[in-house]
């Protein structure tokens, strides 16, 4: 079920994350958050997972850091720099935490501490795995602040987060984030509640920060935008499962999966002409409660064929690029018949349904 | 206790656990763990199944205890007139087969002294909660439905008396009066008229915009008739949970009236008595005070699980509705 | 900010003024002449009509209690009317409240601090494991404490402690300033009782607040920076969850006086929950005026101290009132 994904030596890889299945009890049922995921990523190498809310791909990086609530049941492994971190006690798992693995949350307005100062936050990080004493804290935190982007640092130490912007409370979330010099940041939706000027900004900041340390990055957005041009590899993913994984290029290019094509065909285009409609994708994201076999997309997919609805559909790679894999029975671009097959299929369910 | 508000202190998103009559939001304190043994647990089931466990209990208990003291002359106990008597102290006699729960200091049968004294403390605060309950919800509809001055008048009043301690307004009544019974429910009452007009008033502002109200309106109907026909039978139930609460607070109360003299007069048998006067023979005979007490607790305590019992019920209808 | 402040002060002091007129009233009604209760049943008419001049009780109450107020604003709360106390011997209202103030001070600050001390660590671990062992074992616990009143707790921490075990003081009060050791021997008991009364009402506020903060991002946010869940949940969690606990200190005060008197008579203290009885038994008009309208005072000046300690736990409350 692990599809090749550009791996070349999975001993030399950064993170290694094998099979990684979450689910959690909830009075509905068992909501299967995240299911049998595996990827790797290499130092400094950047990684974009696109999905849209309820695709998992949130928990999938709360998982990783071992966040989830307690009443998740992870099973699979998660492998950093080749300790395994689902087998650390948690006094050791703290202190990977923060100081190699950092994370970056998606709302800034409510991912800050509102009584705490920014300095004071800042500093813990620093404080707790580098063992600065209170000034060199001080002193790093003005430095972390200002190669992020923030003017006047010395002041805003002594600030409250309420009293930055929405832009300067990300800049600071993620100055905390490579406070250690991460080798891994995963960022959740670092722009999507930021104004879409600053989203470039932030995008840009995160980039120079990887290129000057080295570090890996995980870039989660449900916008493929985002990960256009900053990602060398993009993992697509809905109900909790990769329906798509390869190089950037080749998934903008060549998409295999039904849902990869909706989501790049939904982009707006500024060349279209005026008043063309937006493509939408019809129906609504799955619920992954106690989910039946088979592809989590049939209920959406245009060309969705029975077989679709009673087999889990398993990534296969692409033949002339074995690191782009995709899990479809019928993709995008094979047998245009079959595609017409299927437009039939759908006009009949429409008219009958 | 009625509770004493602080001025202007943002409470109203504050519940007092231990306080029968919750903020202007006309419902019963019914915090997550605030009856840990009912609310809190793993699963769903698991938490109802104890829940239900627990309010059958209290129920049973409290039919027990109503039971008895309205059957009191009926129950092979030893007759009212003997356990007023005031004899000259003897010694309290433990367990005896005749006297299954002992006598008290003056040779008294304590089950026969329990049980009566039931009556009284159960007669007490349920007059006492009634006269507060209707005084104070037709206070409450009065000012919630008709706003404006009257409600502002009455509101500040409302405020110096709850700006009282509650104990020092009790004791002022309580000193007024002659020491008896009546001064006793009327002393409780006057201290839980503002809990009622508190729940009653944020009810009905609630209620007033309802579409039944307003089509009562347009109708034709007078103030006073939607008050009293539309609005009044819908506070009723909400009206239940919390008098449940106010029982037990009342019950406590007049124990505590008791204590500083002020309560029901020897010998006259009240729980709250009971307890007082036990107080001396806590060294040699423990049991004197602490059988009343346990009866105490355990009935304040089942007031408390129906009466929050209750109120989650109501606010379930009442979201489902 | 400044009108604010101006605001509440006149509505503080309405309400004081409604609370002394009040209490005078209530005492007025009250049965019995007061004279033959501080003269006794034999007094002299003469005798009688000198106190009844004293007193001011042949004037309408309305003058009375005017010219109370004019002596209050001048500090002077009047002297203290007890039975059989000679004229020499009176005491002044204001010197009894100062001498029996220090110790309901002492009982009624420790008790707070005894039930803080017992209500916050149950109350955030209760929240951190909630549903738990530990959540569920408190809760029933506090629903048996919060069915217990102070007069049963008393004496069965006295059953169990001074009787039983020996361990502590049954009565008395040995002051501070005499024998600390002993001053806390006597103290300990009668404010762990009251403690008791107030350990379920925060603790279970407290947990509910912390419920809601510990689903919070910047908690995550905290946890993910590899901090230990001690460090998240005393220095992250439970300022932010304080607010409710606040409030509920300055509710409790009020109830705190009720259970002050109680326990001072059990345990024999001379503060001013006996003062305040003893006043109201003997129709001690004064006194007890004096007694409620300190109390009301003091309640009100907490409540005030309340609000300001709110802008110190949260900036934000602290910049919408300077904005």
């Given at each position: 079920m692990s599809g090749g994904n550009g791996s070349t030596d999975p001993a030399a890889a950064l993170l290694d994350v094998r099979g990684l299945s979450v689910r959690f009890p909830t009075p509905r049922g068992l909501v299967h958050a995240v299911d049998d995921v595996s990827f790797t990523l290499e130092t400094g190498e950047t990684l974009g997972i696109v999905g849209e809310s309820g695709s998992g791909k949130s928990v999938l990086a709360r998982s990783i850091m071992r966040l989830t609530p307690s009443t998740a049941m992870t099973s699979g492994s998660v492998t950093f720099l080749g300790r395994d971190l689902g087998a650390l006690a948690p006094r050791a798992a703290r202190s990977v935490w923060g100081r190699d693995v950092a994370m970056v949350f998606q709302n800034p307005m409510t991912s800050l501490n509102p009584v705490m100062t920014i300095g004071r936050q800042l500093a813990e990080p620093l404080r707790l795995h580098l063992r600065s004493s209170k000034r060199e804290a001080r002193s790093r935190s003005v430095e972390l602040l200002r190669s992020v982007g923030v003017p006047e640092p010395e002041r805003r130490l002594d600030a409250y987060p309420q009293e930055l912007s929405g832009g300067m409370r990300q800049r600071v979330s993620i100055a905390m984030a490579i406070a250690c010099s991460p080798q891994l940041l995963l960022a959740d939706e670092p722009t999507t509640a930021l104004d879409v000027t600053i989203q470039r900004q932030i995008l840009d900041l995160l980039s120079d920060l990887q290129r000057e340390t080295h570090m890996a990055m995980v870039l989660i957005t449900h916008d493929l935008g985002v990960v256009a041009g900053r990602a060398r590899r993009v993992m697509v993913m809905y109900g909790g499962r990769v329906v798509e994984t390869g190089p950037t290029e080749s998934i903008f290019e060549d998409q295999r999966h039904p849902y990869t094509a909706c989501l790049l065909a939904a982009v707006p285009r500024i060349e279209a002409p005026s008043h063309t409609r937006l493509a939408v994708i019809p129906g609504r994201p799955v619920d992954v409660v106690d989910p039946s076999p088979g592809c989590r997309f049939a209920s959406r997919c245009p060309r969705a064929q029975p077989q679709c609805r009673h087999e889990d559909p398993p990534l296969r790679p692409v033949p002339e690029r074995p690191e782009h894999s995709y899990a479809c029975f019928f993709p995008v671009g094979s047998a245009e018949d079959r595609l017409a097959l299927e437009r039939h299929a759908v006009g009949d369910q429409a008219r009958g349904g | 206790m009625s509770r004493v508000l602080p001025p202007e202190v943002p409470s109203s998103e504050i519940e007092d656990p231990s306080d029968p009559v919750g903020p202007d939001e006309g419902r019963s304190p019914i915090e997550e763990g605030g009856l840990g043994l009912l609310t809190t647990g793993t699963t769903g089931a698991g938490r109802r199944r104890r829940r239900r466990v627990a309010v059958w209990l209290a129920v049973g208990w409290l039919a027990l205890v109503i039971g008895t003291a309205l059957l009191a002359d009926l129950l092979p106990l030893e007759p009212y007139d003997r356990i007023v008597r005031s004899l000259p102290p003897r010694s309290p006699i433990g367990l005896r087969l005749d006297e299954p729960l002992g006598t008290d200091g003056f040779g008294r049968s304590m089950a026969s002294r329990l049980v009566y004294g039931a009556r009284q403390s159960l007669l007490i605060a349920v007059v006492a909660a009634s006269l507060a309950g209707a005084i104070g919800t037709v206070i409450g509809v009065v000012t919630g439905y008709m706003r404006g001055k009257v409600d502002e008048t009455v509101g500040v009043l409302l405020d110096a008396l709850l700006a009282f301690p509650a104990l020092v307004l009790l004791m002022a009544i309580a000193s007024i009066g002659r020491r008896d019974v009546t001064t006793v429910i009327v002393a409780l009452s006057v201290l839980g008229v503002p809990g009622f007009a508190r729940v009653a008033r944020a009810r009905t502002l609630a209620l007033a915009e309802r579409e039944f109200v307003m089509t009562a309106r347009s109708m034709g109907a007078t103030t006073w008739r939607?008050?009293?026909?539309?609005?009044?039978?819908?506070?009723?139930?909400?009206?239940?949970?919390?008098?449940?609460?106010?029982?037990?607070?009342?019950?406590?109360?007049?124990?505590?009236?008791?204590?500083?003299?002020?309560?029901?007069?020897?010998?006259?048998?009240?729980?709250?008595?009971?307890?007082?006067?036990?107080?001396?023979?806590?060294?040699?005979?423990?049991?004197?005070?602490?059988?009343?007490?346990?009866?105490?607790?355990?009935?304040?305590?089942?007031?408390?699980?129906?009466?929050?019992?209750?109120?989650?019920?109501?606010?379930?209808?009442?979201?489902?509705? | 900010m400044l009108r604010y402040i101006a605001g509440k002060l006149a509505r503080?002091?309405?309400?004081?003024?409604?609370?002394?007129?009040?209490?005078?009233?209530?005492?007025?009604?009250?049965?019995?002449?007061?004279?033959?209760?501080?003269?006794?049943?034999?007094?002299?008419?003469?005798?009688?009509?000198?106190?009844?001049?004293?007193?001011?009780?042949?004037?309408?109450?309305?003058?009375?209690?005017?010219?109370?107020?004019?002596?209050?604003?001048?500090?002077?709360?009047?002297?203290?009317?007890?039975?059989?106390?000679?004229?020499?011997?009176?005491?002044?209202?204001?010197?009894?409240?100062?001498?029996?103030?220090?110790?309901?001070?002492?009982?009624?600050?420790?008790?707070?601090?005894?039930?803080?001390?017992?209500?916050?660590?149950?109350?955030?671990?209760?929240?951190?494991?909630?549903?738990?062992?530990?959540?569920?074992?408190?809760?029933?616990?506090?629903?048996?404490?919060?069915?217990?009143?102070?007069?049963?707790?008393?004496?069965?921490?006295?059953?169990?402690?001074?009787?039983?075990?020996?361990?502590?003081?049954?009565?008395?009060?040995?002051?501070?300033?005499?024998?600390?050791?002993?001053?806390?021997?006597?103290?300990?008991?009668?404010?762990?009782?009251?403690?008791?009364?107030?350990?379920?009402?925060?603790?279970?506020?407290?947990?509910?607040?912390?419920?809601?903060?510990?689903?919070?991002?910047?908690?995550?946010?905290?946890?993910?920076?590899?901090?230990?869940?001690?460090t998240v949940l005393v220095r992250h969690a439970l300022r932010p969850s304080s607010f409710s606990l606040l409030t509920m200190a300055g509710i409790t005060l009020g109830k705190l006086i009720g259970g002050a008197v109680i326990v001072e008579t059990l345990f024999a203290f001379p503060g001013l929950g006996s003062l305040l009885l003893e006043s109201i038994q003997a129709r001690d008009v004064n006194t007890v005026q004096g007694v409620v309208m300190f109390v009301a005072l003091a309640y009100v000046l907490i409540n005030g101290a309340v609000d300001l300690a709110y802008t110190y736990l949260d900036p934000r409350v602290r910049l919408r009132a300077t904005a």
């Open positions: - | 939607i008050m009293f026909r539309e609005i009044l039978p819908n506070l009723m139930p909400v009206l239940l949970s919390v008098m449940l609460l106010v029982l037990a607070a009342f019950i406590v109360a007049e124990g505590t009236l008791s204590f500083v003299g002020l309560g029901v007069p020897p010998p006259q048998p009240s729980w709250g008595g009971m307890i007082n006067e036990g107080r001396q023979s806590l060294r040699v005979a423990p049991q004197l005070i602490f059988t009343p007490a346990v009866c105490l607790v355990l009935t304040v305590m089942s007031f408390r699980v129906v009466g929050e019992w209750l109120g989650d019920r109501l606010d379930a209808g009442e979201g489902g509705r | 503080t002091v309405v309400v004081l003024l409604l609370v002394s007129f009040f209490t005078v009233v209530l005492l007025d009604l009250a049965p019995g002449d007061p004279a033959y209760a501080i003269l006794g049943a034999d007094a002299r008419p003469d005798a009688v009509e000198a106190v009844h001049a004293d007193l001011g009780l042949d004037r309408p109450i309305y003058e009375r209690y005017a010219d109370w107020l004019g002596d209050v604003v001048r500090g002077d709360f009047g002297t203290s009317y007890r039975a059989n106390v000679s004229e020499a011997a009176r005491v002044s209202v204001t010197d009894e409240i100062t001498s029996a103030l220090p110790i309901t001070a002492e009982l009624v600050v420790l008790s707070f601090l005894l039930a803080l001390l017992a209500a916050v660590p149950i109350g955030v671990y209760a929240a951190y494991r909630k549903g738990g062992a530990f959540d569920r074992a408190a809760s029933a616990v506090f629903s048996v404490l919060m069915s217990t009143p102070v007069y049963v707790t008393a004496p069965l921490l006295v059953f169990v402690l001074v009787l039983q075990a020996g361990l502590l003081p049954a009565t008395g009060w040995v002051s501070l300033s005499d024998d600390p050791l002993e001053n806390l021997r006597h103290v300990i008991l009668p404010a762990s009782a009251l403690a008791l009364e107030m350990v379920p009402g925060f603790a279970i506020v407290l947990r509910a607040d912390m419920i809601g903060t510990l689903n919070e991002d910047f908690i995550l946010q905290a946890r993910a920076k590899g901090l230990s869940p001690a």
